[in-house]
């Protein structure tokens, strides 16, 4: 059945800040009218937690989150922008985010276990999508994920 990106994106904000104990506030913006999309909402699901939970984990507490929904329907895309002020991945990490159990040398007083992102990865890819990471030490990471409107994963794509 057909998602709308929008909605589904408000409420699972809304879940996730209901939980939170840091203070941050994330803020969503979607300037698009129509966000209609054929997608896997559970993997939807998890690729959006994870990306808000190490947006939460590696900003300082009370900061601001941005959370932006771009659909062009005639392109065929949606892009998914979430951007964080926090302390940033340093420039020789970045190649090797997507690797199981990599974590970068500025978190190793943070816990966790590098696995998040393998589990974004998986979604992005059974979405046919593609994801970005830029980011800059003290100034704070921007993750975009660009899926195609019309990508629901076949079943099978989702559990081998
Ligand atoms: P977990 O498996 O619990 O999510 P994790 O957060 O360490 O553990 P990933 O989510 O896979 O693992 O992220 C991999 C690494 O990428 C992190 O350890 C961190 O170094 C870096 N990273 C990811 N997102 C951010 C972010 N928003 N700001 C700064 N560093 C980040
Ligand atoms: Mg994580």
Excluded: W
Aim: aromatic residues 6%; contains cysteine; negative net charge.
């Amino acid at each position: 059945a057909p998602l709308n990106l929008e909605l589904f994106c408000r409420e699972l904000i809304e879940e996730f800040s209901a939980v939170q104990t840091t203070g941050h506030q994330i803020v969503f913006i979607c300037q698009s009218h129509n966000t209609e999309a054929l997608m896997d909402e559970q993997l939807l699901h998890y690729m959006f937690i994870n990306i808000l939970s190490n947006a939460v984990k590696y900003s300082p507490s009370g900061g601001t989150i941005l959370f932006d929904l771009t659909c062009d329907p005639v392109a065929g895309v949606s892009i998914f922008c979430i951007q964080d002020q926090g302390i940033g991945i340093p420039e020789t990490d970045q190649t090797r985010l997507f690797e199981s159990f990599y974590r970068a040398s500025n978190v190793q007083s943070i816990q966790g276990t590098g696995l998040g992102l393998v589990i974004v990865r998986r979604c992005v890819e059974a979405h046919n999508g593609q994801i970005s990471v830029v980011s800059q030490i003290a100034v704070g990471t921007t993750v975009t994920i660009v899926l195609p409107l019309n990508s629901e994963p076949l079943l099978n794509a989702t559990i081998d």
